[in-house]
């Protein structure tokens, strides 16, 4: 049986981030520490729990959408590969190349390498895919 007033007593959990106490969840990947944390009422003293350790990892980004190859035709404008998408909304950076050399962007005629980056984050790791 629970005790009416222990029941309705205010408990919060606190988190130690960055050397200080908070009630805020913590959602940023890192190691944090959590307690329970029991207010003094009229029938009871306040009391906190041992500090429980745990980690939010990092998540992985994935590269959705490439394909290994794509054709396109000469029209003089920059050619914008379709339908890459990167999971979590994450930033998308392209880098080519043609016969070894670095371009800005497709606009010729021509064989080109393209590589499709997400930047490592403190959040998620990045990941990288070439395709031509």
Known sequence: MVDKDFATSAIKYEYLVGGEW????PTNAGSY???AHVVE???YY???????PFTIEKAT???????TEYTATYTGNAYVIP??????????IYTYTKNGVAVDSIIDAGVYSVTITIPNT???????????
Not at 46 to 52: G, K, P, R, V, Y
Not at 61 to 67: D, H, K, L, S
Not at 122 to 132: I, L, M, P, Q
């Open 46 to 52: 306040e009391a906190i729990s041992n500090e429980f």
């Open 41 to 43: 009422s009229d029938n």
């Open 22 to 25: 908070i009630t805020t969840v």
């Open 33 to 35: 520490k959590v307690r």
């Open 83 to 92: 339908g890459i998408r990167a999971s979590q909304d994450a930033e998308i």
């Open 122 to 132: 403190d959040n998620y790791f990045g990941e990288s895919e070439t395709v031509k």
């Open 61 to 67: 980004i994935t590269i959705e959408g490439e394909q």
